[in-house]
């Protein structure tokens, strides 16, 4: 769908850009709303495996870039929506295959059984003109969601591996401690 184009977005606080940051499991759950059950079995099954740092044996932690993050919560969407698994995985093979600023603009429609990509009004016209899409989802709109959710968990910086903690706005103490 058109919109404001490809988000710039420099995070909370100057925590850097969603690709210069890399979130580790309990953190990507969170902006999720997964078990980390689920987000195991999905990095096990190649479902949505972390592009920035996969578990290499017992005690390695996965490191999920922020695309992850949003192509998890896709996938949870449209797992909630009733999409067959197969469909599942043919969608997140395309957002993972798209550049990372198209995705903002981007809407996934889905009859149950196929998920179709529309990066264009007319694509989405020309989708419901054959009479196929029942549902859609604005990628725009879950990358404000996980953006946000994001936002407020520890991240790590992909450059120097430091370790960013969570900034939770309403935390006047640990602002304090901090500095702020």
């Known amino acids: 769908m058109a919109g404001a184009g490809p988000r710039q977005s420099v995070g909370a606080q100057g925590r850097g850009a969603p690709e210069q940051l890399g979130y580790r499991g309990p953190s990507a759950c969170a902006a999720v709303g997964i078990t980390y059950r689920q987000l195991d079995y999905w990095a096990r099954t190649g479902l949505v495996q972390p592009s920035v740092r996969p578990a290499h044996g017992s005690g390695t932690q996965r490191l999920y870039s922020f695309r992850d993050v949003l192509v998890l919560k896709i996938v949870k969407r449209l797992l909630d929506a009733g999409v067959s698994l197969q469909s599942i995985r043919t969608a997140v093979r395309a957002l993972c295959a798209v550049d990372l600023a198209e995705l903002s603009t981007m809407t996934l429609m889905s009859d149950g059984a196929t998920v179709y990509r529309c990066a264009s009004p007319e694509e989405l016209a020309e989708l419901l003109r054959?009479?196929?899409?029942?549902?859609?989802?604005?990628?725009?709109?879950?990358?404000?969601?996980?953006?946000?959710?994001?936002?407020?968990?520890?991240?790590?910086?992909?450059?120097?591996?430091?370790?960013?903690?969570?900034?939770?706005?309403?935390?006047?103490?640990?602002?304090?401690r901090r500095g702020i």
């Open 130 to 176: 054959g009479g196929r899409g029942v549902f859609g989802i604005a990628v725009g709109a879950v990358w404000a969601d996980v953006e946000s959710a994001l936002a407020q968990l520890q991240a790590e910086r992909l450059d120097t591996g430091e370790a960013l903690p969570a900034t939770h706005p309403s935390d006047e103490l640990a602002r304090r």
